[in-house]
């Protein structure tokens, strides 16, 4: 069993940087993909970033390809993401997301998910 906590939401205004992190508890983090999505009022879930479990590979939306970074340090348990040059489109909740084994892109694919943080872009 994984259970993971995100934090470091917040309102921000346009062209600001927030950057969220998710801490999970269990032994099988190392062992995970991670990855985040993200859900805007009236709008299904939908892939935001992923990293590998080694580290190596990590993989973007286009619509974030270049403003957001994500990491993880598994010494600690956590994954991170840097968002950059933030956009009122990238309002939305932000789920941090675990699966153990290769990483997806599709919500389907996830065995574990936060409650998510709230993430408020104005214009």
């Known amino acids: 069993q994984v259970q993971l906590v995100e934090s470091g939401g917040g309102l921000v205004q346009a062209g600001g940087s927030l950057r969220l992190s998710c801490v999970a508890s269990?032994?099988?983090?190392?062992?995970?993909?991670m990855a985040w999505f993200r859900q805007a009022p009236g709008k299904e879930r939908e892939f935001v970033a992923v990293?590998?479990?080694?580290?190596?590979?990590?993989y973007y939306a286009e619509s974030v390809k270049g403003r957001f970074a994500i990491s993880r340090d598994n010494a600690k348990n956590t994954v991170y993401l840097q968002m950059n040059s933030l956009e009122p489109e990238d309002t939305a909740v932000y789920y941090c997301?675990?699966?153990?084994?290769?990483?997806?892109?599709?919500?389907?694919?996830?065995?574990?998910w936060g409650q998510g943080t709230q993430v408020t872009v104005s214009s």
């Open positions: 990293i590998s479990r080694n580290v190596v590979t990590a």
């Open positions: 997301a675990a699966r153990i084994g290769f990483g997806y892109t599709n919500v389907a694919g996830y065995d574990y």
């Open positions: 269990g032994r099988t983090f190392s062992n995970s993909a």
